[in-house]
T-cell receptor, first 113, second 115 residues
């Protein structure tokens, strides 16, 4: 069964450094999402991406964040200058046209020191 | 704004007993509701959804959920719990504004099934 994959599983970085989180959505899916889950808190929507552009973003997704689909398979989330409060689990999700069901990857745990 | 609430942080049930994980929602218009499960160190796995139709929705691993419009609830149920059902369960509602269809999640309920 196709799955969403994410790399790395755990990323440790120093405050102020740039990080790139990578996701490979399910191959025939067209809609891509990033969510995050701060430890002990609920899963929060960050951004959605369709047809090579952002379709929706939350207040969390400020100028420090960017997303890109650099090729036909990868979908990336970049944080330009990480802050301590960016420490969280980041989930990628994807869905196909005509369905509401999103399929999630296993997540990347980002730790900012 | 739409929201979902999961009033219980923790639910404990004995193996073989029925289980219920509660969820209530607040949306304008008809809701699109989902349940996801998260096992330790794993991503969110889709269990079931309600879009329209029968109020009782059946999903993966023997789970079902009952949509109740008058009580604005979408409780997750299983007739006979297994120890392997122990996990974190999230209720979610789909955004009805815009085209992205992003999900708004509840705070999660930790289900522990005791042997």
């Amino acid at each position: 069964e196709p799955e969403v994959t994410q790399t790395p599983s755990h990323q440790v970085t120093q405050m102020g450094q740039e990080v790139i989180l990578r996701c490979v959505p399910i191959s025939n899916h067209l809609y891509f999402y990033w969510y995050r889950q701060i430890l002990g808190q609920k899963v929060e929507f960050l951004v959605s991406f369709y047809n090579n552009e952002i379709s929706e973003k939350s207040e969390i997704f400020d100028d420090q964040f960017s997303v890109e689909r650099p090729d036909g398979s990868n979908f990336t989330l970049k944080i330009r200058s990480t802050k301590l409060e960016d420490s969280a689990m980041y989930f990628c999700a994807s869905r196909t046209e005509g369905t509401d069901t999103q399929y999630f990857g296993p997540g990347t745990r980002l730790t900012v020191l | 704004a739409q929201s979902v609430a999961q009033p219980e942080d923790q639910v404990n049930v004995a193996e073989g007993n029925p289980l219920t994980v509660k969820c209530t929602y607040s949306v304008s218009g008809n809701p699109y509701l989902f349940w996801y499960v998260q096992y330790p160190n794993r991503g969110l796995q889709f269990l079931l959804k309600y879009i329209t139709g029968d109020n009782l929705v059946k999903g993966s691993y023997g789970f079902e959920a009952e949509f109740n419009k008058s009580q604005t609830s979408f409780h997750l149920k299983k007739p006979s719990a297994l120890v392997s059902d122990s996990a974190l369960y999230f209720c979610a509602v789909r955004d009805r504004t815009g085209s992205a269809r992003q999900l708004t999640f509840g705070s999660g309920t930790q289900l522990t099934v005791l042997p």
